[in-house]
């Protein structure tokens, strides 16, 4: 396995973990940490052996931004080309469900990191925001436009704008997290959902997250046309016939994955 010095990884019941790990800068985002996170995330999405990701910060913080000393005195051109970060295609693009399970602080890149996930799950001691407008900037890893589709203009703009901190409670209320969970339940309540949809089809979890995010990037009329053909060709796989035999027999669904 490789060596990372950033973020922890281990893998157990087809669920991939990444553990964001840099405690002395509150797993602040920096160059070497976001290539180490991609590197390990993409490596996963390619391992059919991995159902499900899910990425964790500590108690005190999922990530409390891009690391601002790292990128204080760097200059436009350079922040146009990506600033110190690798591009973040790859990892928006992976077919694996990645679970967000965040604790303390997500704020700024912490914050866009969560929303780049296809579910985020709070502790009770989450902390969102996108503070940027204090350092004099504005969000950068898609935080203007991933925002305002979560939890709609009017908030995103308050939060944008004023730098303000919303806690899990009212995040979960706003439609930014998926659920908020006790703190000291957070690890265990995240694996358990990766490992149950890791437990499914996973040619139908492809196909389901690549239906959910077209509905963030199509107009409706053409989303419910590419989920008509999705739909339609999950009928060509093993695992359809498998799960409605299945519900028929009154067993449990056996799919291998094809
Ligand atoms: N970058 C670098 N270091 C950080 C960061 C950060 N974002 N956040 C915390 N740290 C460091 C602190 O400097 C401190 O280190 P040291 O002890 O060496 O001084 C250590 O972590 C602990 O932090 P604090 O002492 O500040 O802890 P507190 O509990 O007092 O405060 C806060 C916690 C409120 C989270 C506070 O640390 C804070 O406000 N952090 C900055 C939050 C922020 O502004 N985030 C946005 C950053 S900008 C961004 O994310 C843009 C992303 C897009 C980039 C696009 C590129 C193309």
Request: aromatic residues 6%; hydrophobic residues 45%; charged residues 20%.
């Amino acid at each position: 396995m490789t060596e990372y010095t950033s973020i922890i990884t281990d893998v157990s019941d087809r669920v991939a973990t990444i553990t964001l790990n840099r405690p002395e800068a509150l797993n602040a985002l920096n160059g070497a940490l976001v290539a180490e996170l991609i590197e390990a995330a993409v490596g996963f999405d390619a391992d059919p052996g991995i159902g499900a990701i899910v990425i964790t910060g500590s108690e005190r913080a999922f990530a409390a931004g891009a690391d601002i000393k790292e990128m204080a005195e760097l200059g436009y051109a350079e922040m146009y080309l990506g600033g110190p970060f690798p591009s973040w295609d790859g990892f928006v693009q992976m077919r694996t469900p990645v679970i967000a399970a965040v604790a303390g602080f997500a704020l700024g890149g912490g914050c866009e990191l969560a929303m780049m996930c296809d579910i985020i799950l709070a502790a009770d001691t989450a902390k969102f925001g996108q503070p940027e407008i204090n350092l004099g900037v504005l969000p950068g890893f898609g935080g203007s436009q991933r925002l305002p589709r979560a939890i709609g203009k009017y908030k995103a703009a308050e939060m944008v704008l004023t730098g303000r901190m919303m806690g899990a409670e009212e995040a979960e209320r706003s439609g930014l997290v998926s659920r908020v969970v006790p703190a000291a339940e957070l690890r265990d309540e995240a694996h358990k959902v990766a490992k149950t949809i890791a437990s499914k089809s996973l040619p139908a979890v492809y196909a389901a997250k690549d239906a959910l995010q077209a509905s963030q990037e199509m107009p409706l009329s053409e989303g419910l046309r590419f989920e008509r053909h999705a739909f339609a060709a999950s009928f060509a796989t093993d695992d359809q016939k498998e799960g409605m035999r299945a519900f028929q027999e009154k067993r449990a669904a056996n799919f291998t994955h094809r």
